[in-house]
């Protein structure tokens, strides 16, 4: 039992993060993270998976990596192997694949295999805030390059590779979520992945792909994966089941050369992902994933157009989006006067969480009002409930939407 | 399909550990790892846990941490709280607990919270070389200390102490495995904790205590962890279920200040530990933990037992140790003329492998002709068999132990 504290101040090294809160929960209406629909998670299919994996190789749990090696599960990566070749076009075996923890443990390993204080990387403008926040935490120089309708602006890049190496630069990498670019949802055609291959080979800049909303696409259909059409070794590609099938299973995986695998896998001492959610995973996915995968979309496409009606009920023309063809997040644009950073804050305090642009940005003036909203995890009625409370906050905050919705609300 | 290489090597920064070898799987006679007994896996009970848990819980999966936040799953602190109280005399609540991917995590978020390059920590003599490894790959300067029958010898202690006040440097903590050390196997005596409680308040340097193999003791009987003993709050206590559970789990804790745990917490970048790992730990130990780890140490007892006969029959007198009272390892001690790092390149080719001492010691001499052998994975027929060999290569190579025990074994 502790009686008296004992100080650890000016035992702290400089350059910490801030230290956390407390936690207290999420909010009423949750509107953030990568969560996924309750409904979604397939139950069933899991307890059969986890029963019958633990029946045949349970025993095995008592060596680390159930003796696999590093690399992790060996079912799971032949899965992995067939699953990338069918969807995302990829030819590679169970020996180009590493299992870690999540997606953000390869995005760790990447950058200690990669970067070091002051390199420099591209990405995207708008990209994911665990991405940036790594880059940041590290000290590597951030170049954003523009985004269209189609993700990454290759003239943008062509530029930015240009004017760096004139200022003899070589960027680390290029890192690009192009199937369902967080946060925008946009999906990159398959010609101007060719050329985003194009200008990595003419500059010696690799392509770090971040797939891992991939599987998320209202039709099913997507382009070939940068690493499928590349002619070269020089694309490190990274996938998860946190979108599939749980976030809260901590799988990940990624594709990559030898050369930099062997890097990675000398970083990874956590002595092997957890071996149960691998099992599960393999033993569920191999005769479940093309058809589970179907279902899910349909039920993310349906809180999708609920969220974009809640929007135009409640905002009216004050908030402008795409509608995305996949994923579990709307990029929206509200007008210029709304601080999204400000908006955060006060829809916090009304039980309403969002992702404020700046935050997923490298320009603060382009984000400034615009904000993130995943719709995966709320119900359709707290999407329908929380988007009317945003928007009264935004009004007493910032004015806007002028348009009053209470007529209508109460109707409903 | 990638046809040609790209070449990684001119982006590769300084100071990246040399990459790994290509797994090529155990060893026929493993004797290295913290593996566990595969019989002793408690496999129909995780079953029967994953199965409750999963049916009663599995759609929280759709949320990270299900949503219990980053401190994790609330019942597995829950039944953390109680069993540190039963087992170890700890009084703390699950706000006090944060759980990680193994203790290997842990090690690491301790390490980041308080370590700079050019820090000075100090160590047991002998100690984990998973810890030793990640202070060199910190550039950490790491003072041991040497041990005797009840752990950390305190004289050594007190004396490095004050020698390093008197150059000024105020080691950032002092880290322990006193309950079963590793790779000893002693238990540290009540009043020697509390003569280290005394020496770390009179200098002011925090003590970092690893009870992750404190389950595994013959007789149940331990003394209270330095943490329940301390009265400030200047110990940081971590464990684990991979030795009292499986391994192939990666699930540990923390039980820290929140002044430290929210330092570690603002560096877990990694959306929470695996939630499936934790639910069934969480509901399988609650039930079944106090009788399950008797059961596992009884057939540990058994497997040291075979092993120390072995030894006694192959090695005879060139082989001393004392026998543990619990664990997984035995520490031992070859003739003066084996360099166990020459032996344990010969043993592989033979297919056994073994840890060689240096690499489990900050004294490169004391340790030069000790090993570390781990009994708990192999079988008992294995861990004859591969004892033998490993005489005869060390025969072989050495020339001692000089009895041949060849007769005898073809009488076994």
Known sequence: MTS??????????????????????LAKFSFVGGNNDPDQVPVNGLIAAVDAALRREGRGLATYNLAHGPQGYHPLREFLTAKLK?????????????????????????????????????????????????????GVNVVGIPLDGDGMRMDALATALSDLKARGIRPKYIYTIPTVQNPTGSIMPEVRRAELLRLSEAYGVPIFEDDCYADLIWDGKRPPAIHAMATNSGVIHIGS??????????VGFVVAPWEIMSRMLALKTDAGSGALEQMVLAEFCAPHFATHVPELTRALRKKLDTLMEALNEQFGTAAEFESPKGGIFLWVKLPDNVDTLKLYQAALASGVSINPGPEWSTNSSHSRSRLRLCFASPSHAQIREGIAVLADVCRREFGVPVRIANVEKARG
């Open 4 to 25: 008296t504290a004992f100080d650890f101040t000016p035992l702290l090294p400089a350059g910490l993060p801030a230290p956390a809160a407390k936690w207290t929960g």
């Open 241 to 250: 089941f946190s979108k599939s099938i749980a976030p809260a299973l901590r």
């Open 86 to 138: 069918r969807d995302a076009a990829i030819t590679c075996n169970a020996d180009d694949i590493m299992i870690v923890s999540g997606s953000l443990q390869a995005l760790d390993l990447v950058n200690q295999t990669l970067l070091a204080r002051g390199d420099t990387v591209i990405v995207e403008q708008e990209t994911y805030q665990g991405s940036l926040n790594r880059l940041t935490r590290l």
